[in-house]
């Protein structure tokens, strides 16, 4: 049988590097992009690629794209992966800041789908795998950017599900809640380069206060899993949130209602 092909973006840590790895072990060949190389270095392998790369560069994911075409000359899987959370109240992020988000959370994942989806199509069968957040249903003081950056994932991911489906092809979400990688302490190290007035310091104490469970949440071995469930499952659900209190937060958001949410996460923030 044929070797399956994935392509699984942000790579060099976290849930990219899990991802990458589980499904090595699955059988997949794994072209690992990320923009360290030392530590995609880590993780090659018979089955591991390592290619760097920065998502906003959209020649270098063309020639990507391309070179998987030409080795392996197909391609099954895309997980877009690669983000980062861009902290600070909307007052206070520089438009350049908040622009960054979008370039790297949204249109780094378009740009790959973009340059996947010919090549699907053509062979009439692939699965694209975007990660997202809890954050794209919900929203709180301090995650604005990140947030809306988000939001627009969900919507985009809709949209390309229903333009694709009759050529073979599956778009998935999963949307992670609090997980334990270095996502939240380069957060939180990105955030002090946001000026703030005293008027919002308890916004940053609070963020820091939503954030303190991190080092308990489950590792990213958890959403790794299901991504590879997602690739191994004929229907995969469109859309799948975890661990629990990513599922809960969304289910309470659509039952309290935007006013008795937002007291609850003030609440949670302290202030």
């Known amino acids: ?7 699984v973006t942000g790579a060099s840590s976290g849930i990219g590097r899990a991802t990458a790895l589980l499904l090595a072990e699955n059988g997949y060949y794994v072209f690992a992009a ?3 190389m030392d530590r995609l270095e880590q993780i090659r392998s018979d089955d591991i690629e390592p290619i760097e790369l920065d ?12 070179h998987v075409i030409s080795t392996k000359g197909r391609i099954d899987v895309l997980v877009n992966n690669a983000g980062y959370g861009q902290l600070g109240a909307i007052e206070c992020v520089s438009m350049e800041a908040a622009h960054r988000q979008f370039e790297v959370n949204v ?3 378009v740009r790959f789908m973009q340059a996947v989806l010919p090549h699907m199509r053509e062979q009439k069968s692939g699965r694209i795998v975007n990660i997202t957040s809890v954050m794209g249903k919900i929203s709180t003081p301090g995650f604005g950017w990140y947030a809306a950056s988000k939001h627009a994932i969900e919507a985009l991911t809709d949209a390309v599900r229903g333009e694709v489906m009759e050529f073979g092809i599956d778009v998935v979400l999963i949307a992670p809640g609090l997980i334990k990688t270095e ?15 005293t008027a919002y310091q ?5 963020l820091y206060a939503l954030l303190v469970n991190e080092p308990t949440s489950p590792g990213p071995e958890i959403i790794a899993q299901a991504v590879l469930d997602a690739t191994k499952n004929s229907s995969p659900p469109v859309r799948h949130a975890l ?21 609850v996460i003030r609440r ?3 202030f």
Not at 202 to 206: A, C, D, N, S, V
Request: proline share 4%.
């Open 183 to 197: 996502f939240v302490p380069k957060q939180l190290e990105l955030l002090k380069t946001v000026a703030h007035p």
């Open 107 to 109: 249109f780094g994942y």
């Open 202 to 206: 308890k916004i940053i104490t609070g």
């Open 55 to 66: 998502v906003i560069d959209e020649d270098a994911i063309c020639r990507t794209v391309n």
């Open 1 to 7: 049988m044929t070797q399956r092909i994935a392509l």
């Open 34 to 36: 990320a923009r360290r």
């Open 268 to 270: 949670q923030m302290k």
């Open 243 to 263: 661990p629990l209190d990513a599922k809960m937060a969304v289910a309470a958001r659509w039952l309290f209602g935007a006013r008795l949410f937002a007291w």
